[in-house]
């Protein structure tokens, strides 16, 4: 329950306490409300119901009253040029400077940008540096080693460029008529915040795996990025014994590190859990009010026509977004990527993709850890456990689970899934 919930519930509650005793006096005197207040919490119900009662801001802002723009734009280049300097300080340098700004408009100005917290200015300047390839000033470099010694004491997320630490969880949608249980497998580029989602009917190993298969790593591919560590919790789906557990082993085949959270702890993959609120305010609980769906088909649809909005058009105030789109950052900063990752290139042969794994050996008793080279969108593999068991000497025949079809041969010395029908 929201704030604004609160507040409602207690307006609603002191109306029908007032009726249920017959006396206006003793229910404020219960509740610590005023006479006057209820009888407007009364007109308001009458007239707009529940929705009457909420808290109504009397803030409204004076454009006219703001500084010109060239005085603002010179105070948000200083924040970012000094982040340790408060709003007195900021005010007396621009003065020096023939600015004239008060500490107060100073203070205005950077919550206009979200600059307000030094932690805020100091997460600007390393984007910028970071994006434009600054070189920083003595102290814009103590000011960002304080800060990293701080988030190294809190135990702040570190994420370095594109592609260097992804975050997946699974979300539950609801229930849908005819459909069953819908699951949405969602990930996210820790710094640049580009989403995927994708829908399924089910929570295993094998659609955690699909989703990267099919929405991220190609993702990353098409771009020359390549995806280092992915961080999730501890579910069935994601965690398992290395040698039966598709996900696990999908992330061996791909050499992707993965790191796990505290158990319990589901602030630890803040990132997942703060996006999922955001699309469920935003889009969930607006397009189940306007639209039946009949099939997971169609509401996954909706969902890619979303995240579309979402990476391409919606400015984020994430850390490294600097208010620019989650594609803009990853396009404007995926050469610190290439920078860094000097081992990985998409300059391939004709014929070779990505990650193409050798296989000379045949399978053994242990775990599958040869695949087939991606096939492209429609028909990628992915690595399986064993069937039975063991693993058979012929080709079987298709096993489905969800959405996918399993195909388990020694014939050619591999064990793969293809998936088939996206």
Request: net charge neutral; hydrophobic share 30%; proline share 4%.
């Amino acid at each position: 329950m929201t704030n604004e919930q609160k507040i409602i519930k207690n307006k609603v509650g002191l109306l029908r306490l007032a009726q249920q005793l017959g006396n206006v006096s003793q229910a404020c005197h219960a509740l610590g409300y005023s006479r006057d207040s209820f009888y407007r919490f009364k007109e308001l119900y009458e007239t707009g119901g529940d929705a009457a009662l909420a808290e109504i801001s009397r803030k409204k802002p004076i454009p006219k009253n703001r500084v010109e723009e060239r005085i603002e734009r010179a105070v948000v280049e200083m924040a970012i040029e000094q982040p340790a300097w408060g709003q007195v300080r900021m005010s007396n340098e621009l003065k020096q400077r023939g600015i004239l700004i008060s500490p107060g408009g100073v203070r205005s100005v950077w919550q206009r940008h979200d600059l307000e917290k030094m932690t805020k200015r100091l997460k600007a300047l390393e984007a910028k540096s970071a994006q434009e390839n600054l070189i920083l000033t003595e102290a814009q470099v103590i000011a960002l080693e304080r800060a990293k010694t701080k988030r190294e004491a809190t135990g702040e997320i570190e994420t370095e460029h594109p592609g260097y630490l992804g975050s997946q969880d699974t979300f539950f949608v609801g229930t849908l008529k005819g459909v069953g249980r819908i699951y949405q497998q969602t990930y996210i580029d820790t710094y640049t915040k580009v989403a995927f989602a994708k829908l399924y009917t089910e929570k295993n190993a094998l659609v955690a795996a699909d989703m990267l298969n099919d929405r991220v790593l190609p993702f990353y591919e098409e771009h020359g990025v390549k995806l280092q560590r992915i961080l999730t919790d501890r579910g069935s789906e994601y965690c398992g014994n290395i040698e039966h557990h598709a996900y696990e082993l999908y992330l061996g085949i791909e050499d992707i590190d993965h790191t796990k959270t505290k158990a319990y702890s589901p602030q630890t993959n803040g990132i997942c859990e703060r996006y999922h609120r955001t699309m469920l305010d935003e889009f969930y609980r607006v397009t189940f009010r306007k639209k039946i769906y009949r099939s997971l088909e169609e509401l996954q649809v909706d969902v890619d026509f979303w995240l579309d909005e979402y990476n391409q058009r919606r400015p984020h105030s994430g850390k490294y977004c600097y208010g620019k789109t989650p594609m803009q950052t990853f396009m404007d900063s995926k050469h610190i990527a290439h920078e860094k990752q000097l081992g990985y290139s998409t300059a391939l042969p004709v014929g070779e993709t990505p990650h193409m794994v050798s296989a000379e050996r045949p399978l053994d008793s242990g775990a599958a850890t040869d695949c087939l080279p991606r096939q492209g969108a429609l028909e990628r593999s992915v690595p399986l456990t064993r069937q039975a068991g063991a693993y058979t000497g012929q080709e079987v025949a298709p096993r489905v689970e969800g959405d996918m079809e399993v195909y388990l041969s020694n014939s050619i010395g591999h064990n793969t899934v293809s998936q088939t029908g996206q």
